[in-house]
């Protein structure tokens, strides 16, 4: 499958002028980083995404939209990978040097209910990349029509983090696994670990349930996952989220910053797409913006509390 990718990547990228030209520029896109006690968050400057920071959420927008992930709609360049029921896709407005979409082949609402094992099994076929997850609520830009991302491993910090940093705190421990808390670390984070499939979907469906009693609804709870295999089993990351956008976001004139927060965002790597809002991110700015999206501290005690009980 690797083989397969890699010669997709060289052909979109000698045939398709969007997508060789937004990779080019990828690479000269600014960078910073701002160090906090044991881990970092990275601020990309990327114009080209856009997009998604404007893409809209609501049910009417989306419908009367035209979904770019369908088969009838996409540019006439793209190309693909047929895998079981999805499509790999280049995705052409990238954030990681090779950046993925992973599609479902029919036209059908992001929600990954039942589909676990298949964002485990893209990780296992997969082994250079992270698989990736957003909520129809909490960054995804085609929210009505399923799909993962994926993209190198080593881009994204909490990668490494998750093994070294020290604010971690053991909440479970079985033969089939472990489940860890990050604390101190600006956003809310429980890492999974475990060599079992089933185990993973049965502690999912558990965390689930514990998310959709803390927010108070019967719809898919507000959270990020990021999942890839290493030699000892799958690493799999759950950001819970009290709300997508930050009130920045919603501002006018010069109060506004154009930040729409995603899975990338909470894996560490702010992507900014002006250049104004850019230059005016520093730590005060990430902590207050992480402050809004994440859970409050009660939920996430509460939360904790309910991963142990199980």
């Known amino acids: 499958m690797l083989t397969a990718i890699n010669k997709l ?14 990779y080019a520029g990828l690479q000269q896109a600014l960078q ?10 990275k601020v990309q400057f990327n114009p080209e995404r856009i997009r998604s920071s404007l893409a809209p959420t609501d049910n009417r927008s989306v419908l009367q939209g035209r979904c770019i992930l369908c088969v009838e709609n996409r540019p006439s360049e793209q190309q693909g990978i047929d895998y079981q029921t999805y499509h790999i896709l280049v995705n052409p407005y990238p954030i990681f040097p090779q950046h993925l979409t992973i599609a479902d082949k029919r036209h059908v609402p992001q929600r990954i209910e039942n589909r676990i094992s298949d964002m485990l099994d893209l990780a296992r076929i997969l082994p250079e990349y992270v698989i ?3 909520g129809p609520e909490c960054g995804a830009s085609v929210p009505s029509h399923f799909h993962f991302q994926a993209g190198n491993k080593g881009f994204l910090p909490v990668e490494k983090e998750i093994h070294s940093f020290a604010g971690k705190t053991s909440l479970k421990r079985e033969a089939e ?5 990050m604390s101190h670390y600006l956003r809310k984070c429980f890492v999974y670990e475990s060599s079992s499939e089933k185990w993973l979907i049965e502690q999912f469906n ?16 507000l959270f990020n996952i990021i999942c890839w295999k290493e030699e000892t089993g799958w690493q799999w990351i759950v950001f819970p989220r009290k709300q997508h956008r930050p009130r920045q976001y919603h501002e006018t004139g010069g109060q506004q910053i154009l930040l729409s927060p995603g899975v990338v965002d909470f894996g560490g790597v702010w992507i900014v797409p002006r250049k104004t809002d850019y230059d005016k991110i520093d730590k005060e700015l990430l902590i207050d913006i992480y402050s809004q999206l994440t859970l409050s501290d009660e939920a996430a ?10």
């Open 9 to 22: 990547f060289q052909t979109q990228k000698e045939n398709w002028p969007l997508a060789a030209a937004n």
């Open 32 to 41: 910073k980083e701002f160090l906090f006690e044991g881990f970092e968050i």
């Open 132 to 134: 990736v997850y957003n």
């Open 177 to 181: 696994g472990s489940v860890y808390y």
């Open 206 to 221: 558990w965390l689930v349930e514990g998310l959709q009693h803390i927010q108070s609804t019967e719809k898919e709870p």
């Open 301 to 310: 005690r509460n939360l904790c509390r309910h991963i142990v009980d199980q």
